[in-house]
């Protein structure tokens, strides 16, 4: 269905879930900015909300997130407290200016606090807030995942769920640090649907140690059998020099990089032959999903959370690490636990790093999120197209895209190259590209 063209894939990009990317952000863009942003949200302005819960029961070797162990209850107490005092923080700031559309709870594991303290923060945030009738979403891990939570997002209005699953053979599981029999992810998915949750995600990944084609078309066949209204499969991304827990994993157990491409066309072609919607290029929904009927009218987006449906061009982070989105400003919380308590312990905002998107970085950022999107991109507002097409002609010669006139389009076999594409349109890529995961 591929080809494979190894020289096309031989530098690392960006996923390009923002532009400029976070390698791009600054020191200094932090305090001050936030709130600027915050005080340019108009009346009408729809937002998204993302509150990030930086715990999980256990750690996986192979996770690049911002989490640590949910083993004292006082840490998360502490957390929960510092939440709630950053949600009214920024509650009064925006001082009922925008309308929230969407409520996203990520990790870490939500699933990692209590279902009381979640059902408090839900309340909060629709009291705080404008709130009507909201797009509640929540990942889950199912290790732990009990009645008693599925009763809590039953209560909250929550429909979609994403499971973090990446693969069901046991041995990569142990060679990960995530073991999770089957049975427990299956009695996650029956209490989920239990509890009315309308969407469900499942997480799988590629490129694993010791994984072949056949091992993840088992874990896609059982993905399917299950149910999974919508799947993101990723390509492993092994980069222990950044990320220490890595060095746990067997890097000589890594396939290489002509069975990853092959991978991700297995599991392109053996979801579509299951009858999903391709989603980009590395997700898949049912056909009557919401974010499938997006892709049929032409509504698909992709922020920090992936390609998703929700359009608000207006996401506010809350919580040690999350990034916040505006037009023309992304910013990040402060990482450091300690650093964000104190922020909003003395009533400033944690924000401390992020990048002043100029008129060109909104340009490019439209451009690429079109092109990964759409499969077309309109490069008519930025300067030095001819230096683009310049950059692409070796994809051109091999049909893989296209001009007309300055609308670039890929073609179909151009998928899995989507990403190194879009790189054209990047002025910030440089030759030092260690700090990204494979091409594909």
């Known amino acids: 269905m591929w080809t494979y063209h190894p020289d096309l894939l031989a530098t690392p990009v960006p996923r390009y879930t923002s532009y400029p990317t976070a390698a791009e952000f600054v020191d200094g863009v932090g305090s001050v900015e936030m709130a600027a942003a915050l005080d340019r949200v108009e ?19 192979y996770c690049g997130c911002n989490t640590g162990a949910a083993n004292r209850a006082a840490r998360l107490d502490a957390y929960l407290e510092r939440l709630s005092q950053e949600i009214e923080l920024v509650a009064r700031r925006l001082n009922g200016r925008g309308r929230v559309g969407r409520i996203a709870f990520g990790g870490g594991s939500p699933n990692a606090i209590a279902p009381a303290a979640f059902l408090r923060l839900v309340a909060q945030v629709k009291a705080a807030f404008d709130v009507t009738a909201p797009v509640l979403s929540v990942e889950v891990d ?11 997002l039953g209560a909250a209005g929550v429909s979609r769920v994403s ?21 427990e992810i299956a009695a996650c998915v029956a209490l989920l649907r239990g509890a009315g949750v309308q969407s469900i995600n499942f997480d799988l990944m590629y490129g694993l140690p010791g994984q072949t084609s056949d091992v993840l078309a088992a874990s896609l066949d059982e993905s399917v059998a299950l149910g999974a209204d919508r799947l993101a499969v990723f390509g492993y991304a092994h980069v222990p020099h950044l990320i220490p827990r890595q060095r746990r994993i067997d890097a000589s157990a890594l396939p290489d990089a002509e069975a990853r491409f092959a991978q991700a066309a297995l599991a392109h072609g ?32 992709r922020n920090f959370q992936g390609f998703t449906e929700d359009e608000a061009e207006v996401l506010i ?66 300067a030095g197209r001819s230096e683009i097409a310049l950059r692409l002609a070796r994809f051109a010669a ?37 700090r990204f995961s494979s091409a594909v």
Not at 43 to 61: D, G, K, M, T, V
């Open 43 to 61: 009346q009408e302005a729809e937002l998204s909300l993302y509150l990030h819960i930086p715990f999980c029961r256990e750690i996986c070797w």
């Open 317 to 382: 982070g809350l919580g040690a690490s999350a990034i916040s989105q505006f037009p023309d400003l992304l910013v990040q919380n402060e990482k450091n636990a300690g650093r964000w308590h104190m922020a909003v312990s003395s009533g400033r905002f944690s924000a401390s790093r992020g990048a002043r998107r100029s008129v060109d970085d909104q340009w490019r950022a439209a451009a690429i999120e079109e092109l990964l999107c759409q499969g077309r991109a309109d490069l008519c507002g930025i």
């Open 398 to 434: 091999l049909k893989l895209v296209r001009w007309e006139g300055s609308v670039l389009l890929l073609a179909p076999e151009a998928l899995p190259y989507a990403r190194v594409i879009a790189s054209a349109m990047d002025r910030y890529r440089g030759p030092a590209a260690s």
């Open 163 to 183: 499971l973090g699953v990446q693969t069901f053979d046991e041995a990569i599981q142990a060679a990960i640090g995530r073991v999770q029999p089957r049975r």
């Open 270 to 301: 053996r979801l579509g032959r299951a009858g999903y919607v391709p989603i980009g290029f590395d997700h898949f929904a049912k056909p009557d999903d919401a974010i499938a009927v997006a892709v049929r009218e032409g509504r698909l987006r």
């Open 142 to 152: 199912p290790r732990g995942f009990d009645a008693g939570w599925a009763d809590a």
